[in-house]
């Protein structure tokens, strides 16, 4: 069975930095976009940042600058890289993924349960 685990979460101030990562985990063959998503109390979850298979990358506009997602394909894993965070960041991050397991090259999506994010003063 395939999971996502994230992992790197927490508590910082404004200005403060972390990097978020994601493992997958369980028969898998191959591994094609990998996204960040995040959801703030009483808002609605929003696509963060998304990578494709060859590292290409894209960002929703109020992080652009600010985060950078990369992969590393030999270890299934996603990092997000988030610097110079602000208050409007604190969510719950979600790791999102389409996982080949099967010889017919279907792709499957998956979701990791979220891990917080934190910045306060």
């Known amino acids: 069975q395939v999971q996502l685990a994230e992992s790197g979460g927490g508590l910082v101030q404004p200005g403060g930095s972390l990097r978020l990562s994601c493992a997958a985990s369980?028969?898998?063959?191959?591994?094609?976009?990998m996204r960040w998503y995040r959801q703030a109390p009483g808002s609605q979850r929003e696509l963060v940042a998304y990578?494709?298979?060859?590292?290409?990358?894209d960002y929703t506009e109020s992080v652009k600058g600010r985060f950078s997602i990369s992969r590393d394909n030999a270890r299934k894993t996603v990092y997000l890289q988030m610097n110079s965070l602000k208050p409007e960041d604190t969510a719950i991050y979600y790791c999102?993924?389409?996982?080949?397991?099967?010889?017919?090259?279907?792709?499957?999506?998956?979701w990791g349960a979220g891990t917080q994010v934190t910045v306060s003063s």
């Open positions: 999102n993924a389409e996982v080949s397991w099967s010889t017919d090259g279907r792709l499957w999506d998956y």
């Open positions: 369980g028969t898998i063959l191959s591994i094609g976009s």
């Open positions: 990578t494709t298979d060859d590292g290409g990358a």
